[in-house]
């Protein structure tokens, strides 16, 4: 039997504890979006108002912690109050709010900033406290969604890379449970309060591996963290991975009847759908991220986007992810956004995510820090000219520094582009910085007919040989690089044979499509002409 995993760490508070793990990145509240009780999202945020609300709230929410508190505790609840009504933080936050940004994200990039001094400064007391301004930033954060910071399980070791003192003070602690950090500082308040409530710490673990429930033991005397066997200790990986068309995966193995490998991914709109996926298949071609990220307050989570793409990433195991950037504007709105003056100019895809800044870098951040977790790769929407490549790798490399400054494990994904625009496609030969192409026949079918919207199931047929054209002559211009087809032209077999002889060999499809899909494509040739007795 193997023996137990036991982790080096450092002593914050003396004692010993076990209990079932908690993974603190892992939300355990359902987004507003989510919730039948709760407020839609479009409602739950606002103006400054709605700023104002949640700031009085939260503040509420901290001196009803402190009612009983001792005067360790009252200090701490009291220096955060202080902070929230400081006018220069609710001023800086109006400024960008002015300057056009919406309430939850100008909260977020403020706090951010102040976050991030904090975390550079020289002393290790000040740098302590970056955590007790992320716990207000979340809690406001909270009260703007109308989804309140939720307690975790009397008895379990809390698992995390921080963890907020708030969140300390409001659990019961009489059950016994335990705190291991990935990182943490034995200057910081949450080290303070557990030795002044016995609760067993230790910081400074590295980041492991655990699931919810896992018996877990803290070793606050000796500064140890003991996991059941099978666990690890997770490396800090940062360089980028392969492209993840690039490698024909044993379980997504399909060959055309000429022996011409192909491989056959499926869609997924939900990571509930990861749930179901198919040995057989590759991977996952597209998530569309949109579908999970409905609300302003989901896009300014960066924690709930993490655990999203985590989920889908673990699930898949060995077999490659490609996360679609969030695909919103014209006919696809985000929930808090609609009236945004980006949004009214009719930009979509990868240039409204270039225009509002602040909702690709919560992305980036999010997926840089899920790519660890898998054979991750991130398509960008919509993509019409090559400099809109270059910027949005340029933000992932600035938000990807910013997560190394702050110790946090990350990893650089490819990058590639949404084929779908019929200039891009036109001119494939241009886009060097994108590290594969997937066709996305939907929109590259309506732009190409000049179709409306609802007029495209209509047209599609005509202007399918026109279509099939367009990208047998992108093909030629990819270079080499990993391509592939996710439209719903990839679910028609009626369409394989054109796709086939335009050179296509990976093709992504909803699930319900993949076995007739595959089925197809045992029959053909990989010239798309039918094999010889069918």
């Not at 609710?90 to 951010?112: I, K, Q, S």
């Not at 399918?464 to 990208?471: D, E, F, Q, S």
């Amino acid at each position: 039997m193997a023996e137990p995993l036991r982790l080096k760490a450092k002593s914050a508070s003396p004692g010993i504890a076990s209990g079932p793990a908690f993974l603190a990145e892992e939300p355990k509240a359902p987004s507003a979006a989510e919730r039948p009780d709760a407020a839609p999202a479009s409602q739950a945020v606002g103006g400054y108002g709605a700023l104002e609300k949640a700031i009085d709230i939260s503040i509420g929410e901290l001196e009803h912690l402190a009612d009983g508190a001792d005067a360790e505790s009252r200090d701490i609840i009291d220096f955060q109050i202080e902070v929230l009504r400081d006018p220069s933080i609710a001023e800086a936050t109006g400024a960008r709010m002015e300057a056009d940004e919406n309430v939850v994200f100008a909260w977020v990039a403020t706090l951010d900033a102040y976050i991030g001094e904090l975390e550079a400064a020289d002393e290790e007391q000040m740098r302590a406290r970056a955590v007790d301004i992320l716990d207000i930033k979340n809690r406001v954060l909270g009260a703007l969604a109308g989804t309140p910071i939720a307690d975790f399980p009397p008895g379990s070791v809390f698992i995390g890379k921080d963890m907020e003192p708030s969140r300390f003070l409001a659990h019961d602690w009489s059950k016994g449970g335990g705190i291991a950090l990935f990182a943490g500082s034995t200057a910081g308040h949450v080290a303070l309060l557990a030795r002044a409530k016995s609760v067993p710490m230790v910081i400074g673990t590295g980041r492991f591996s655990a699931a919810d429930g896992d018996p877990v033991s803290v070793d606050g005397n000796a500064g140890a963290v003991i996991l059941q066997a099978g666990s690890m200790l997770i490396p800090p990986l940062v360089p980028a991975q392969e492209p993840a068309g690039d490698t024909q995966t044993t379980g997504g193995e399909l060959r055309t009847a000429d022996g011409v490998p192909i491989l056959l991914s499926i869609n997924i709109n939900d990571p509930t759908e990861i749930d179901a996926l198919d040995p057989a298949t590759a991977g996952v071609g597209l998530m569309r991220s949109e579908f999970s990220i409905t609300s302003v307050a989901d896009a300014a989570n960066e924690e709930r986007q993490l655990a999203i793409y985590r989920r889908v990433l673990e699930q898949a195991g060995d077999r490659p992810v490609t996360i679609r950037m969030l695909d919103i504007g014209g006919d696809k709105p985000l929930a808090g956004l609609e009236d945004l003056p980006a949004l009214a100019s009719g930009l979509r895809g990868i240039r409204l995510l270039l225009a509002r800044p602040e909702i690709a870098r919560v992305q980036a951040r999010a997926l840089l820090r899920a790519a660890v977790f898998g054979r991750l790769s991130v398509m960008l929407p919509m993509v019409t000219f090559p400099d809109e490549i270059d910027r949005m790798r340029e933000l992932f490399r600035e938000e990807a520094e910013k997560l190394g400054r702050r110790a946090l494990l990350h990893r650089m994904p490819p990058i590639g582009m949404m084929v779908e625009v019929p200039a891009a496609a036109l001119m494939l030969d241009t886009f060097g910085a994108a590290a594969f192409f997937s066709f996305g026949t939907n929109d590259l079918t309506q732009y190409l007919a000049a179709s409306a919207r609802d007029d495209i199931d209509a047209d599609a047929g005509k202007a399918a040989p026109a279509v099939l054209r367009l990208i047998a002559q992108a093909v030629k211009l990819t270079a080499g690089k990993p391509v592939s087809i996710c439209g719903d032209m990839a679910g028609d077999p009626s369409y394989l044979p054109g796709l086939l002889a335009a050179g296509l060999r990976h093709f992504s499809v909803a699930p319900a499509r993949r076995p007739a899909i595959r089925s197809a494509i045992i029959g053909l040739n990989a010239d798309g002409t039918r094999a010889a007795g069918e």
